[in-house]
């Protein structure tokens, strides 16, 4: 999760940084590419580790636009198969 938004964070802090040198195209590019990256990786990496269940996906598909965070956050353990969060 952490990664996740760090990964994010970076791209669209170094895409700033460089704004100068990059066109708006290109800019636009990097900073949407980043966002998808950590996204998709957010989807693949959080999830169940007992029963492989996607937590960030249901969470994002499952909730609403300002919920799933939150739900995500308070989740002490699977929804699917009730093993606890380790972390
Ligand atoms: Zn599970």
New binding site residues.
Partial sequence: MFVALLLSGFSMLYGQMNIDTLSNESFFYFVAGGSLLSFIFACVSI???????KWFWSAVSGKGNTEWLFWLNSLSF??????SKSE
């Avoid at 699977?78 to 093993?83: A, I, M, Q, R, V």
């Fill in positions: 999830k169940c580790p007992n029963c492989g269940s699977c929804p699917k198969c009730g093993e």
